[in-house]
């Protein structure tokens, strides 16, 4: 494993660590969701890069673009049970509340 990988794949696992065990607020949830995605555009990026075809290069911006949209609708989640709960705690958000 060449350390550029070591270092995406750990990238991705302290997101995924993050995500798991520090889980209080949904902002810390979705900061770490976002940097899980940047991990792996990067290595995707770079992958694309080292094959040298332009087949594999609309993979990692597909993949940007899809974090986009997963950025833009958490932070309205947030916005929206700020606004109805008072606060971004996960423990206060019920899903089976309406």
Known sequence: MT?????????????LAGLTFHRFHLLS???CLEGMMLSLFIALSLW??????????????LLLAFSACEA?????????SARTHGTDRLQNLNLLQC
């Open 29 to 31: 949830a979705l900061l």
């Open 3 to 15: 350390p550029t990988q070591f270092a995406f794949s750990s990238a991705f696992i302290l997101g």
């Open 72 to 80: 833009s609708a958490g932070l309205a989640l947030l916005v929206a």
């Open 48 to 61: 694309a890069l080292q094959l040298g075809t332009t087949n594999c290069s609309t993979i990692p911006l």
